[in-house]
């Protein structure tokens, strides 16, 4: 088997001696960072974004749980490469080492591809150490002077800042004395991958809402309404909430070409599709109806509706197989939530749930039916997920 190599290089520091050129000034004035030579960022408006409440699940690593956004999962650890993952870094005075048994790694993706793909959320670096003051934001400015050119947050645990490639970079740092362990998280943003060239704002933005994650890894979780959109809507960055919006410009432009009992597809960049619908007719309606008709927390067991061409045409969006999901499957499923208009449908397995989102809605006083995850790679894994599609079936138009 060919041997996946991962190499990260993020800015091998050393942390230098007292020689060493002192950073640039930054003065702080009302809530804003200024400095020479760049726009203004307001302090007090990034601190709003960071303590948005976000609809967060938990997920197992190790022998402990953190929480993570509706719309992240975990990608991999240093398990997952089984030896082949390499990764060097001093920060401070805090060694980092992928050889070391001190060391443990784990990688998130955004389930919305904004990029085109799913790709790299960053990464949390946990390290063991009895050095509890070996990582600090006074030492980082100090220390690493030369790899950053401005700094737009920063508190004493995180900080955002340029570095001197020009990319937008978030670093958390947390230690945690129970386990002796620093948890760090970092990310890199940059206008690499995308199809048009994103802003320094909206670069930035996607770097506080990475650095609000990395501040609730180990907070307690607090239940959040589900069905509260504006909780939704304020979780995500700017160009999360583009795809969507381009995706229903492609729904509300095509709904008079879309024939009764016909599944379409809006694709993203990459060739994605996270969200099908049909004009709903009389397959649409038998389909429906017997999904509806099944109470709720009760399997659905009923197969008779589903042998229909619709249902084959929703299977081969669902689901990379040959096979009519919902013949197969469907009875697999139960009811999570159901109202006059939506349903939302869960499936069990040993460790984790997956969930399809179901939502009658008129738009140009015709009826569809649309529905999601569109393709298996973007499978609905949390109940967060799914209720965040629900509500965006609701409210599209207000994204």
Do not use: A
């Given at each position: 088997m060919k041997l996946l190599i991962?190499?990260?290089?993020?800015i091998t520091i050393s942390c230098g001696d007292s020689n060493k050129k002192a950073p640039k000034k930054i003065t702080q004035k009302n809530t804003t960072i200024i400095q020479q030579n760049d726009s203004v960022i307001d302090?007090?408006?990034i601190k709003t974004k960071l303590h948005i409440k976000t609809?967060?699940?938990l997920i197992q690593i190790d022998n402990k749980k953190i929480q993570l956004p509706f719309n992240?999962?975990?990608?991999?650890?240093?398990?997952?490469?089984q030896g082949n993952y390499t990764f060097n870094w001093k920060l401070c005075d805090l060694i980092i080492d992928s050889y070391l048994s001190n060391y443990n790694v784990y990688g998130f993706e955004d389930n919305i591809p904004y990029k085109g793909f799913f790709g790299d959320e960053g990464k949390l670096h946990i390290v063991k150490t009895n050095d509890s003051t070996a990582v600090s934001i006074e030492k980082f400015e100090k220390l690493h002077s030369e790899n950053y050119t401005k700094i737009y947050y920063k508190d004493n645990e995180?900080?955002?800042y340029r570095t001197n490639t020009n990319q937008i970079a978030v670093l958390y740092f947390k230690y945690n004395k129970k386990e002796k362990a620093y948890f760090i998280y970092y990310k890199e943003n940059n206008s690499h991958g995308y199809k048009y060239n994103p802003s320094k704002e909206e670069l930035i933005d996607i770097a506080i809402v990475q650095l609000r994650m990395a501040k609730n890894f180990n907070k307690k979780k607090t239940e959040t309404d589900l069905l509260n959109w504006e909780k939704y809507k304020n979780s995500l960055h700017s160009i999360d909430r583009k795809v969507f919006i381009n995706i229903f410009k492609s729904i509300l432009s095509s709904t008079d070409t879309i024939h009764k009992d016909t599944a379409f597809t809006p694709y993203i960049e990459g060739n994605y599709s996270l969200i099908s619908l049909f004009n709903i007719g009389e397959e649409g309606k038998a389909i429906w109806t017997a999904i509806n008709d099944t109470p709720k927390n009760t399997k659905i067991n009923s197969k008779e509706p589903f042998n229909s061409s619709l249902l084959r045409q929703m299977s081969s969006v669902i689901t990379l197989s040959n096979e009519n999901l919902f013949e197969v499957e469907l009875e697999d499923f139960k009811i999570e939530f159901k109202d006059e208009s939506t349903i939302i449908l869960k499936r069990d397995y040993e460790t984790e749930s997956i969930y399809k989102v179901f939502k009658k809605i008129v738009i140009n006083k015709k009826e569809f039916l649309i529905f999601s995850p569109g393709i298996v790679t973007n499978i609905t894994n949390s109940r967060e997920m799914a209720y965040f599609y629900m509500s965006l079936f609701k409210n599209y138009d207000d994204l």
């Open positions: 991962l190499i990260l290089s993020i302090w007090k408006e609809p967060n699940y992240v999962s975990l990608k991999y650890s240093k398990k997952t490469y995180s900080i955002i």
